[in-house]
């Protein structure tokens, strides 16, 4: 991960937020934000605002697989979509999360949530202790072919 060296130099409550991308897996060479010296609260606020931002594909968060919220080197959260349901891990930071406050980071705008729970369920599923989902208000509808027409087209 390109920016690690200087999250690993910090001494303060910095942030950093990191992209996967789909084509390689590999993470972005540098983050795609950074918050010096912020509450932990201003960032969970921040970071939901991401997580909005990367569900609905804004900020060059189009081929992205997965984006991580850091704070100095340590991983707090993961995102990703998974079926159409944008999951959030955090063993530490997810009730926090879930009572946090979608809130703008210097460079960006606007605020998503309007847009975001147009296409997601406003009510989040527990997936399990340390995780939770977004679910798609209408997924995407594909065609569920019996297995009569699954062998006929193996045949042709």
Same mark, same amino acid.
């Given at each position: *991960? $390109?920016?690690?060296?200087?999250? *690993? +130099? =910090?001494? #303060? #409550? ?6 996967? +991308? ?29 997580? *909005?931002?990367? /569900?609905?594909?804004?900020? $060059?968060?189009?081929?992205?697989? /997965?984006?991580? +919220?850091? %704070?100095? =080197? ?8 998974? #079926? ?10 997810? &009730?926090?999360?879930?009572?946090? &406050? ?24 527990? %997936? ?7 679910? +798609? ?8 072919? =019996? ?10």
């Amino acid at each position: *991960m $390109g920016g690690r060296l200087s999250s *690993m +130099l =910090s001494t #303060n #409550n910095d942030w950093y937020v990191y992209k996967r +991308l789909k084509k390689n897996d590999d993470y972005s060479p540098e983050p795609e934000q950074v918050w010096r010296n912020i509450s932990k609260e201003t960032a969970l606020n921040r970071f939901k605002h991401e997580i *909005m931002a990367y /569900s609905l594909k804004k900020y $060059g968060y189009e081929n992205t697989k /997965s984006i991580y +919220l850091y %704070i100095n =080197s340590k991983r707090v959260m993961r995102v990703e979509n998974i #079926n159409n349901q944008i999951v959030i891990e955090s063993r530490k930071y997810l &009730q926090e999360y879930i009572e946090s &406050q979608e809130e703008l980071a210097p460079s960006r705008y606007p605020l998503q949530s309007e847009e975001f729970y147009k296409s997601y369920c406003k009510n989040y599923a527990r %997936i399990d202790v340390y995780k939770i989902a977004y679910i +798609l208000n209408d997924p995407p509808q594909e065609k569920i072919s =019996s297995y009569e027409e699954a062998e006929e087209e193996t045949e042709e």
